[in-house]
């Protein structure tokens, strides 16, 4: 067991504000009946310590928790001072209660390379989902995505979006059907997640990340939800065939927009797109596309919508990819669910920019008498796959050199993005829209991850903040998969309706 992180909590007592500082403890975590060497589930936790400190603070403006919300509707509002739960205990039942759930992560990126006899994830890969991560963190559900960048709007830039979309369906039943259809099985229905989960397997589930590849052939929108997928976003980053994407709010240092609208929302082409989408049993994800997208996706669908992996704009005002309080209600009335996503400059980008900087600062100075260059995220992405695996090396080399001097140089100057952040987004929505219209994603292997919660081995620790904020079992588990396949249910029933209407 590793205390990995602290929270500090704090409660009022005239006016003074008293810190509780909490040890969040980290441990593995594996559920009976996973395949793959796995030890009886159980739990041992040693002494826990905690630190009282008081500071006056008649200067801190505090936010006031609405209390007359009701508990299917609100985050649960919690006593700090009557209801301290012995930590060790806590932590018991909340990692009961995550044994219990069916965990789901509606988006969690792939790479073929991960994909081959030689390297795949039976193996613990440097990715951040693999089996042996889902298993050491109880995950139980990844959908894994079929993401394809944005490119050119013509029938080359089709065809190779095409192309590398066929190749991670590809990858997806590979693994499922081949590799290791022991231990994670393909899920196309609700009934097929419950079924996976009691004969003790993982499960992989397909989304996909921009409607791209569909090219100008809406016959493969049938053919993708043949081949599995079960939500799909009509863009991504950079405008395409079928909507506009929240990148066209983007501006130069003048004010002008660098992508300006091409359609003010949808096309036309992506209208009938959508229609095909709910009579083919295909989510529509409203991720990436622009607001007036997703209003007029909202407004069109005959069946619920979802938000694959967004976080509230007004807790982070200055991200376009989160979505607006009207784009949260418009989802509640629709009957969807927006899955809060655990990307750290999305919940806040002003503390993200501050670690990255003190960070960044670090890892340069030590990269420095390595003799080794940072690259950018956009000149990684353009290097080769050898090239790739080198500079993944030498930076893990780094990360290794750095790690006995993050507690000192960074986290005590700049805290990173953690968990405790992430509910902060869950309880916001929680409060908004309602809990049976709120879920939980990760965007691992696609820039996510947080400090507590940076891969799947750490997926326990999502839950232990919940149960810390006093969310129920019934609650929790209809965050970590009820609400999302719940709508999976309603959609694949639309899908029948219209498919009998023909």
Sequence with gaps: MLVKYCVFDKVHIGHY?????????????????????????????????????????????????SSDAAVDVAAPA??????????????SRAMEIHHRVITLDTHDD???????????????????????????????????????????????????AYENAMAKFNAIHWLTEEKAPDQIGLALTSDDVRRLNAEGKKIAMIG???????????????KFADLGARYMSLAHNGHNQFADSNTGERVDDDGNPTEPWLYNGLSHFGKEALALMNLHGIMVD??????????????????????????????SQTVSRNLSDEELMAIKENGGVVQTVAFASYLDRDKNNAYRKVLNKLHV???????????????????????????????????????????????????PVDVNDFVDHIDYMVNLIGIEHVGISSDFDGGGGIYGWNSAAETHNVTIELVRRGYSEEQIAALWSGNLLRVLDQVQEVSKELLAAE
């Design 17 to 65: 504000r008293l810190f509780l500082l909490k040890p969040i403890f980290l441990f593995n975590h594996y559920k009976s009946g996973d395949n793959m060497s796995i030890n009886s589930f159980g739990l041992k936790i040693t002494l826990l310590f905690s630190t009282l400190l008081l500071s006056a603070c008649d200067n801190v403006q505090e936010t006031p928790q």
């Design 78 to 91: 919690t006593d700090q001072i009557s209801n301290m739960e012995n930590e060790e205990a806590l932590i």
């Design 110 to 160: 792939i790479n073929v390379n991960n994909f081959t006899d030689e390297l795949n994830y039976t193996m613990d890969t440097d990715s951040q989902v693999n089996l042996p991560k889902m298993v050491a963190g109880g995950l139980d559900v990844a959908f894994f995505i079929v993401f394809t960048g944005q490119g050119e709007l013509n029938e080359e830039g089709y065809a190779q």
């Design 208 to 222: 996909i990340e921009n409607a791209y590849p569909v090219g100008t052939d809406l016959g493969n929108i049938k």
């Design 286 to 315: 409203l991720s990436h596309p622009s607001k007036q997208s997703n209003m007029q996706a909202i407004a069109l669908s005959k069946a619920p919508v979802i938000a694959s992996h967004s976080s509230a704009r007004t807790l």
């Design 365 to 415: 100075e030590i990269a420095a008498t390595m003799g080794f260059e940072i690259l950018g995220f956009a000149a990684r992405r353009n290097l080769s796959d050898a090239e790739r695996a080198t500079y993944n090396e030498e930076f893990a080399q780094l990360e290794k050199l750095a790690a006995p001097r993050l507690e000192a140089e960074v986290y005590a100057v700049a805290p």
